[in-house]
């Protein structure tokens, strides 16, 4: 786990910009190799994902309810409401996708 203060600290510049008042939970770095994947989940708070290496065919986050899918790109974040299905296909490339993953405190979108 990293430390909260300083990822809020770090973090809010961005979140300030995207008019979200967002307050983390808890936070931590996830790495993805070779034929790495999530199943179809959901989480109880908010979530977001801030990847800082994303290499071609990195796992593609994928909202089955929605048919909406995000190619993970480098220095982009993305905002998952707490109780939205979610999954990332399986990871394609010898490098692996590093990312910050934030649990906020409840908001309205």
């Known amino acids: 786990m990293l430390d909260n203060y300083q990822m809020q600290k770090t973090f809010q510049p961005m979140f300030d910009a995207m008019n979200l008042d ?11 190799s ?22 071609t065919k990195s796992g593609i986050l994928f909202f089955p309810d929605f ?6 790109e480098p220095n982009h974040f993305r905002l998952i409401p707490k109780g939205i299905l979610h999954g990332i296909n399986t990871h394609r490339n010898e490098m692996e ?13």
């Open 34 to 55: 070779k034929d790495g994947k999530f199943a179809i989940h959901e989480h109880d708070k908010p979530h977001g994902v801030y990847y800082l290496q994303a290499p």
């Open 97 to 109: 996708r590093i990312a910050i993953t934030f649990q906020f405190e409840d908001i309205e979108f």
């Open 22 to 32: 967002l307050k983390i939970l808890s936070v931590y770095i996830h790495y993805a």
């Open 67 to 72: 048919g909406e899918h995000f190619e993970p």
